[in-house]
């Protein structure tokens, strides 16, 4: 069943040319992994962030909605919002060290949801917060609860992290680019806590990231973000086996496969557009090898499949088939 | 903090107040010409020269005379007056109480309206509030205390007959009767600090502001009061308390003139008297006094840093 | 940092635009043209003032502002605008010597041991730990305590209070400056110590120099009204501001609201001196310091 809902979205900075994103919808069903993806740049974290009304002071949501539990997050009171924000959705952010506050005891910033939502005291919610300590792999938690965020390595302060994010037991968690400041090896550790919190929680999970490695290898759907639009959206086997936009498939070839030369690199030619300098047509087609005449008007959002849109107009029409890379 | 950073703070205090114990020492020997001659004045008789010159041990050799000094000195004895029998520890000791009172006060109205003011200013960026705190901030810190003292005496005390407008009551004489004579001094003395805070304070808050982790509080579910008290003070405290601890020591050289306008005898009537005397043990007591005291607070800050910062704590 | 290599044609030009940012900015040209009238009134003055400043009448004590005394007259009946416009001339002199001593000790030992650093930084740097560990004003009691009190002498043991913070930016700065290649590659062709100061440090941290130069005027013309109210500073009958305000202080019961026209004189200028020190500051891009 669908849990979270984001209908047209469209982002812009007002005083400046409009479109930061532009008409993204996707949904994201309970118990389920659906990944943002796309460079940096093209709206994701942008998209991520306004669900629960995060966005910086300057940005504006000019269009859409976000259905999460019969409520449009974009218009209810800012009380509703609160009472969402940390309960039934939770959320990772992508730089650990910064996004803890530095005077505050881990173990208090675990338990601060349980606070304001349960209305737990303090005893009480510190003892949950270790409990959640362990849940996450922290040895040692009744020492390290009165620890601050400094005393911590990266992969374990990302670990309070996700412990503060599931405090109180969420439906769904956003987790913007959880890995990317991490080393490679406890990249792993933490998608691999994200894969058992989700099964045993049966979390529903929007994962944003750039990198393809961390879609194949966590989530069930995808939805391809490029220059503000959604190029593609699909599940995960569908985008590596029978990418429908250009894009995806170029993504999916930069990927280095194990097994082949570093030289075989394929990088995807020209720099993403910056908002403002969108092309009027397909956003993609100045750096699309598969570009022709009518790329260049508008291009509109098509079906492909169950469950599979994309806005190339070529792949819709079937005058393009692409290649996909398959899994791993 | 751990011991061994407060040992190295303590350690580092102690040579500054050496260091300082040596250039006032050498104040008097700084004098151009003869200094036993200068301090005894035009008029003095060749009696009255040789008597200032046994007095101020000025017959030995410098070093001599400093080391004589300075085991006075850590033994509490920072010698005579040299016009009075009393020492000038009594002396310090007699004017002391209303310099510190009205500095302490000073400092307690800076804080509590600087850093309120900050804290409002620095939430409400770019609103009217902001714009209000941000100029008054701005003549704070260009208007002269003293100028302030006399505005105030001439609202308050001469057009109208509110407060008095000179002199110190003890608390003994009765809370509302010391409350009265304090409270014009001291906002007078404060308000540059209460300026300077409010000018800290709201930048802190408003970087603040802008960190991961105020949208990771607020991801959680933390607004209002709850996300001011437990996420954005406690972090913009951090810069304004060492903005604190610069401030005492000015308060303390804001008070000379403070207690000119407002016709109290403190210390900084004592020193000024002292200077125009050419008195110098007691200005000598007196810029050690001084000393004392600033690296006192400095210490003082640094303990409060680490209590507040728990990046220094287990530094 | 790639300004430093430029010539010396486009490092005017890059001046003039730093002029001309200031200059855009309403506040600071304000304060520009606040600062520009009060030169005009120092150098002036006795061709501007209304009446002669010293001209006492004794019939017309403490007069109500009125147009023929803008600001009325003091205790001995003398015109109070005209004493102003008098004064403004200490205004200006008086933090010219405190600024010019602070440079004349923070610069050279700055450049020294910014440059060299060693025996003469450690030194140099310990000792301005202690002076600017007492208070300003304690400081200036003190060594005035040895000069004797006066004008000159207030402004000059305020420039020696100023001279460690001073020497603290141009250490900085120079510091800073030195690590950059070009100062290294000068030196390897052999460029001669003084050339290397003149040329490639002393333009790159007049930047920093001038914003600390022009805070400290402000603070320099207040410190000199709070000594010459205890009487340490302008001797009577010279009038500077602070000098003025002892009066009215002392004639407080007679002229309650005689304070206010040299203090809103002396709030302005100082206002005025910050109000450009910032605004340099954020022509040339340098951090506010929080």
Known sequence: MTLLSVEGLTIDLPGRQPGLVEDVSFQVSEGRSTALIGESGCGKTLTSMSILGLLPAAVRVTAGSVWFDGVDLLTCTPRQLRRIRGGPVGMVFQEPMSSLNPTMTVGDQIAEARRLHLGERRGAALARARELLERVGIPNAARRIGAYPHEMSGGMQQRVMIAAAIACEPKLVIADEPTTALDVTIQAEILALLRDLQRDLDLAVLLVTHDLGVVADFCDEVVVMYAGHIAERTTVDRLFYDPGHPYSSALLAAVPQSGQARSRLTVIPGRVPSAGGFPAGCRFEPRCAHAVEHCREPQPDALLGEGHRTRCGRVASGDLTLKGAGRG | ?315 | MTTATLSSATRSSQRSRVIRNVLRRPSAATAAGFVAVLVLFAVFGPLISPHDPDAQDLGNRFAELSWSHLLGTDEFGRDVASRIIQASRIALVAPLISVGVALLIGLPFGLWAGLRRGVVDAVAGRLADTVLSLPAMVGALAILAVLGPGLVNAMVAIGIIFAPGLFRVVRGATLAVAEETFVHSAVAIGSPTRRTLWVHILPNIAAPLLVQVTILMGVALLAEASLSFIGLGVQPPDASWGSMLKAAYTNQFDAPYSVVPPGIAMVLTVLAFNTIGDAIRDAVGLRRGI
């Open chain 2, 1 to 315: 903090m751990s011991t061994r950073m407060i040992i190295r703070r303590l350690g580092g205090g102690l040579l500054v107040l050496w260091l300082v114990s040596i250039l006032t020492f050498l104040l008097v020997h700084l004098i151009p010409g003869d200094p036993a001659e200068v301090i005894a004045g035009e008029n003095a008789t060749t009696a009255d020269v040789e008597r200032i010159r046994t007095q101020l041990g000025l017959d030995r050799p410098v070093l001599a005379q400093y080391v004589t000094w300075l085991s006075g000195v850590l033994r509490g004895d920072l010698g005579k007056s040299l016009f009075t029998d009393k020492s000038v520890l009594t002396s310090i000791a007699e004017v002391a109480p209303p310099t510190l009172v009205i500095t302490v006060m000073a400092i307690v109205l800076a804080v509590l309206v600087g850093v309120s003011a900050g804290i409002v200013a620095g939430l409400t960026q770019g609103g009217r509030l902001d714009r209000l705190v941000s100029t008054l901030a701005t003549l704070g810190i260009a208007m002269p205390s003293f100028w302030l003292g006399l505005v105030l005496v001439s609202v308050f005390s001469l057009t109208n007959t509110w407060l008095p407008a000179t002199g110190y009551a003890d608390l003994g004489e009765g809370f509302g009767t010391w409350l009265s004579h304090v409270i014009l001094p001291s906002t007078a003395l404060g308000l540059a600090t209460a300026a300077e805070l409010a000018r800290h304070t709201r930048g802190c808050v408003a970087d603040v502001l802008t960190r991961p982790y105020v949208r990771t509080a607020r991801a959680r579910g933390a607004s209002g009061g709850w996300l001011v008290r437990r996420h954005i003070l406690r972090n913009a405290a951090i810069p304004v308390v060492t903005v604190l601890g610069l401030q005492a020591g000015r308060l303390l050289g804001g008070a000379i003139v403070i207690e000119a306008v407002f016709g109290i005898s403190g210390l900084g009537t004592l020193a000024v008297n002292a200077v125009l005397q050419r008195n110098y043990p007691v200005i000598q007591g007196y810029v050690l006094l001084c000393a004392v005291v600033v690296v006192l607070m400095n210490l003082i800050v640094d303990l409060a840093y680490g209590w507040i910062n728990p990046k220094v704590r287990t530094a």
